[in-house]
């Protein structure tokens, strides 16, 4: 029997950034979720940011006020946020760091205008969705916002770049793509691309450079072009993630196996 050949299917797609880091991640994950279209399960930490990006864009909306949003945590945890933790004190301090985000719960230093925003755009030549967590304006122009359950550092300006650094400069570039976006949908750039660390309490705030928008774009190409001629699908097994961060990992056969 040849072997099926995706790329046709593939070609039609309609791409996003997470779409195209999770092949990176493991392409056998990508294959059961964008070909096979198989359902998963939510984990612990996936269910946890969703529910915490939730209560924010419910403030945001106006549906839930600043002083209402610790009891709506509080309450409302245990029923949202799903799946296995690592462990106990993982658990512990994605609770206690959430909760302290909304004691007092301080607002971005923005004016708001959109939340939660559905965007389709094209970029190099690719269709695209996304979704921007909050889209604002400061003085110097339109502000895209990330919130980020990750505790990233801000830049830490040495000559050579720290770990910190490298990893800031990759989630970067999601910002730097949806930043094409925003030109297409507002009619300019953003002034500056931010993420809200919330489990930190730290707002991460860079200027926008049109170049990281070419890098973006250019990474992007790249990488679809690979899923186009990939055949094999082959897992990525590593511990962690498998354990804690597939929606499959119940239902794998690879990471059965593994286990």
Request: aromatic share 16%; proline share 7%; charged share 30%.
């Amino acid at each position: 029997m040849p072997e099926p050949d995706y790329a046709p299917f593939i070609r039609d797609m309609t791409w996003s950034w997470s779409r195209v880091r999770s092949f990176r991640d493991c392409p056998y994950r990508w294959f059961l979720r964008y070909i096979k279209e198989r359902p998963g399960t939510e984990n612990f930490f996936s269910s946890y940011g969703s529910f915490v990006h939730g209560l924010m864009d419910a403030y945001y909306k106006g549906a839930i006020p600043a002083k209402d949003l610790r009891s709506a945590y509080t309450t409302r945890f245990r029923q949202e946020v799903r799946g296995r933790p690592p462990n106990q004190k993982v658990f512990s301090r994605y609770f206690k760091d959430g909760l302290a985000a909304f004691s007092p719960f301080a607002p971005l230093p923005f004016t708001k205008i959109d939340t939660e925003k559905e965007v389709s755009f094209t970029a190099g030549g690719l269709p695209m969705r996304g979704f921007l967590d909050y889209i604002g304006e400061s003085k110097d122009g339109l502000v895209i916002v990330d919130h980020k359950s990750r505790t990233l550092k801000p830049r830490s300006g040495r000559r050579k770049p720290t770990r910190s650094d490298l990893e800031l400069d990759e989630y970067m570039m999601q910002l730097a793509l949806y930043a094409e976006a925003v030109r297409q949908t507002y009619g300019e750039y953003p002034a500056e691309l931010c993420f809200n660390c919330f489990r930190s309490g730290v707002l991460i705030r860079e200027p926008y450079r049109k170049e990281l928008t070419d890098a973006a774009v250019f990474q992007i190409r790249n990488e679809v072009e690979a899923i186009e001629r990939e055949r094999d699908f082959s897992p990525s097994l590593e511990w962690f993630k498998c354990g804690y961060l597939c929606e499959y990992n119940n239902s794998c056969e690879y990471f059965d196996l593994f286990r």
